[in-house]
């Protein structure tokens, strides 16, 4: 299977291509790698969260979902007044994940459950 990298992240930000607004300043690798690995292997992820061009939760699926060529559904969501936009190029990549073993498993079992897939396919990714 075909890895992302942090080129091909850094640039999709620097592209100007990209929709939608960030509302964070910071995007995880590792979590962009396993996300984008379970969207090729077609496990379907919740819709993002938008408000208007603006995204309330999500980043990270919005990204793989462009990288991966894989539609991903938006829901309209109240936004917090306190918000605040950030241009994709500003978007820092950060290489430590932050997730811990324990909630990646917990990923990987809702992810299982929600697309009938056996758990050690996701835990072998």
């Not at 939608?20 to 819709?47: H, S, W």
């Not at 990204?63 to 936009?85: D, F, M, R, Y």
């Amino acid at each position: 299977m075909r890895e992302i990298s942090l080129k091909n992240v850094r640039d999709l930000l620097d592209s100007g291509s990209l929709e939608l607004v960030a509302t964070q300043v910071e995007i995880c690798f590792p979590i962009l790698q396993r996300i984008y690995k379970k969207m090729k292997l077609g496990i379907t992820f919740d819709n993002i969260r938008v408000n208007g061009s603006r995204i309330v939760d999500g980043h990270h699926r919005y990204i793989c979902s462009i990288l991966s060529e894989i539609e991903i559904g938006k829901n309209v969501w109240p936004i917090p007044s306190t918000a605040v936009n950030f241009s994709w190029d500003e978007v820092i990549i950060n290489e430590d994940d932050y997730e811990n073993a324990e909630m990646i498993l917990k990923h990987n079992i809702r992810d299982a459950e929600l697309n009938d897939v056996d758990i050690s396919v996701l835990n072998d990714l």
